[in-house]
Antibody, heavy 124, light 109 residues
């Protein structure tokens, strides 16, 4: 079964750090672009970050650039999001998603597989 | 940044009726890079449509997507009870940021 499972969420004080992990199974991670998407309580979806299949290209939303770092370890079938200098507005469910080009030619792809999400709460 | 505006915010319909959801972009989006997602309470979103009109694996044919340029539509024919949910459009074009619309909630009338 193709699956993504996030972990690492929790309660953190403003200014603190967290590292999210996403374990992929049922497919070869190295063949796909990957993204993080978040959803604040009661709000819509916000794209956070992208990393190309081999890690050669990375992009961030303006709201997290300079504070968050995306990375991947294809040998371990894992994706990561290091989050530093956390703010109250970073409180959200964070989803790991797989980008699938289908027949588009890339570079990002539609998000065809989503994890169940991990909750990050930034509060004192 | 391409801003996607979805309308209406809420659509109240009965099972068996047709739902028509709109997604308008602030600038032209290649239809190759337009997707629709469904999200039910407490669940992760699910890909319904990619490339503006192609159904993802396992998506029933009552779901269809259309449009080009700045105007895109998701149509759900003969609403089933499990179709009542929130729907998001997304553009995933060649330049970041990728963006989502604000969502349309389809609720039971």
């Amino acid at each position: 079964e193709v699956q993504l499972v996030e972990s690492g969420g929790g309660l953190v004080q403003p200014g603190g750090s967290l590292r999210l992990s996403c374990a992929a199974s049922g497919f070869t991670l190295s063949g796909y672009e990957m993204n993080w998407v978040r959803q604040a309580p009661g709000k819509g979806l916000e794209w956070v970050s992208y990393i190309r299949s081999r890690g050669t290209s990375i992009n961030y939303a303006d709201s997290v650039r300079g504070r968050f770092t995306i990375s991947r370890d294809n040998a371990k079938n894992s994706l990561y999001l290091q989050m530093n200098s956390l703010r109250a507005e970073d409180t959200a469910v964070y989803y790991c998603t797989r980008g699938n080009w289908f027949d588009s030619g890339g570079p990002f792809g539609a998000f065809d597989i989503w994890g169940q999400g991990t909750t990050v709460t930034v509060s004192s | 940044e391409i801003v996607l505006t979805q309308s209406p915010g809420t659509l109240s319909l009965s099972p068996g009726e047709r739902a028509t959801l709109s997604c308008r972009a602030s600038q032209s989006v290649s239809s190759t890079y337009l997707a629709w997602y469904q999200q039910k309470p407490g669940q992760a979103p699910r890909l319904l449509i990619y490339g503006a009109s192609s159904r993802a694996t396992g998506i029933p044919d009552r779901f269809s997507g259309s449009g080009s340029g700045t105007d895109f539509t998701l149509t759900i024919n003969r609403l089933e009870p499990e179709d009542f949910a929130v729907y998001y459009c997304q553009q995933y074009g060649r330049s970041p940021p990728l963006t989502f619309g604000g969502g349309t909630k389809v609720e039971i009338k």
